[in-house]
């Protein structure tokens, strides 16, 4: 079998997606009922949904090489038909090489394929292995890469050892994880098991999603002496997504180590707090406000999960460039941007206005009358009803029976 012909023995067609044009696996052909979800039917696994996580992939890469301004290598170790890598390659400035890689044999011939219709055989490389097989052969010296994309099925948990041992002292690390049941508190045991902290079933439970992995990641990279930072996440359709640069050194472990600790909430009354103490030893567990017993989310990530600059460079790079859901992206990255020195989780007005048996106001009418109550308030991009305020829980819901009473 030669590059140009893979052999590809199932439907396909071509997509554009981004500046590049990509074989696909023709989803349709792999469908027999409507409910059936197309992309794990086919061969080889490719969601035309992910193009905003691509998108937005594309963005933040280009924003971490201005930072560190040199020659970037790139590698994506669960890379299918390996449209990920080949827009790295393509539309990002500074990119000198990528390596895809796919254990499912057939995903990586498409990839070679793909990246030989586009042109790029010279600085994208595709390999057939085990992701984590494939990571050891870069995890020494001179060999580590740049930037690393883990783009799994579900959880990225698997691979995060070698792909911290095989990027770079301030390196770039990416992150999808879609096993939302576990990280959003469906399957706690499953989350506890994989990611080392508990998850709570809140309202805002798309943040504690982010950090869960973020704590994870932390945590994994502290073993291995390295300190991280989150430069942006989000959390959008049915995933989320964090973006970390790494440092090397015990200190730098320990810092990061520092951002570690609890939530806590009482689902009596919506009050939140954190503690960065072990609850057990140093909190009551009863709700400051109503005495309730409270619950508990952690250990997980209590430091930043998304840095004001580090988005504005991809705002920046957002605005130079012409995506099919560009609209989308610039009001995503407006809100991540305005909430990045917010506070820890967010208050769900439908969620509020239900338990006070109110009828829910338009959420910007919510966020003048906090503000004129002297409590800084914002939008989040976690939930289009969600607002982020240090306002106590009892003082919202307040100012809400007021401002329903006055209506
Ligand atoms: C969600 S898909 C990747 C999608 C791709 N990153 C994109 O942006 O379109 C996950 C891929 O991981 C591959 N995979 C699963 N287990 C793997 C492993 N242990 N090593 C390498 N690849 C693996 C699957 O074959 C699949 O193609
Ligand atoms: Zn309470």
Known sequence: ????????????????????????????????????????????????????????????????????????????????????????????????????????????????????????????????????????????????????????????????????????????????ATDMAPLCGVHPKACIRKYGGKPLRTEYCHELAVRLLAGCLATTAAKHDIGISVVFSHSTNHYIRIYATTKYGAKKADESIKNMGYILHCFNCFHRETTKEHFTIEHSGKCSECGSKMSTAGPLWLGKISDAEFCQLIEKEANKRKFKLGERIGKILTLIKSETETPITYYVVDKLCDALTLPVPAVKKILNALEKEGFPAFLTHFNPKGVKSNVPAMKIKEILREMLSTD
């Open 1 to 176: 079998m030669t590059e140009t012909n893979p052999n590809i023995d199932f439907p396909t067609e071509i997509i554009e997606e981004g500046k590049v044009k990509i074989l696909v696996p023709k989803l349709k052909a792999f469908i027999k009922t409507p409910s059936e979800y197309a992309p794990s039917k086919a061969p080889v696994f490719y969601n035309p949904v992910m193009e905003l996580n691509r998108d937005l992939a594309v963005l933040a890469l280009q924003a971490y090489q201005r930072t560190v301004n040199h020659e970037i290598s790139v590698c994506e170790p669960l890379a299918s038909c390996g449209i990920r890598g080949i827009r790295f390659a393509t539309e990002v400035k500074g990119v000198q090489k990528v390596l895809i890689n796919d254990i499912n044999e057939k995903a990586s011939q498409l990839a070679r394929y793909n990246v030989q219709m586009n042109g790029l055989s010279k600085r994208v490389t595709v390999k057939n292995e085990d992701a984590n097989f494939f990571l050891a052969h870069y995890g020494a010296p001179r060999k580590r890469f740049d930037a690393i994309d883990i783009d799994p099925f579900g959880s990225p948990v698997p691979y995060l050892d070698s792909a911290i041992r095989a990027l770079r002292n301030g390196g770039l690390l990416a992150l999808t």
